[in-house]
């Protein structure tokens, strides 16, 4: 079991920034992809960020410019810095970690529980 704990959601103003956190119980060096997704009221869930225990990042590409993420192993915590902030990026925005097993193959994956992002425009 992987448990994860995200912060640093709020109200923010357009234009301005915010920094998520994201927290796992796990060392996240153990978890082969940990990231960030949102989900806007009435919209479906996308992912915006995630990164490898290599090092990989893959980033929403409407997002690039604008939004980074990061992983500090030693905190065991990925972080998301979301900077210059839209209306349209108001969601709830969860992490989620998934560790892939090879014999036999499978996949775990674990939720946070989210913070919302929310941006007056």
């Known amino acids: 079991q992987v448990q994860l704990v995200e912060s640093g959601g709020g109200l923010v103003e357009s234009g301005g920034s915010l920094r998520l956190s994201c927290e796992s119980s796990?060392?996240?060096?153990?978890?082969?992809?940990i990231g960030w997704h949102r989900q806007a009221p009435g919209k479906q869930r996308e992912s915006v960020a995630t990164?490898?225990?290599?090092?990989?990042?893959n980033l929403r590409d409407s997002l690039k410019g604008r939004f980074t993420i990061s992983a500090d192993n030693a905190k065991n915590t990925v972080y998301l810095q979301m900077d210059n902030l839209e209306s349209d990026d108001t969601a709830l925005y969860s992490c989620?970690?998934?560790?892939?097993?090879?014999?036999?193959?499978?996949?775990?994956?674990?939720w946070g529980r989210g913070t919302q992002v929310t941006v007056s425009s």
């Open positions: 989620n970690a998934i560790i892939r097993h090879d014999s036999p193959y499978q996949l775990e994956s674990y």
């Open positions: 796990a060392n996240i060096g153990s978890i082969n992809v």
């Open positions: 990164i490898t225990n290599s090092g990989t990042v």
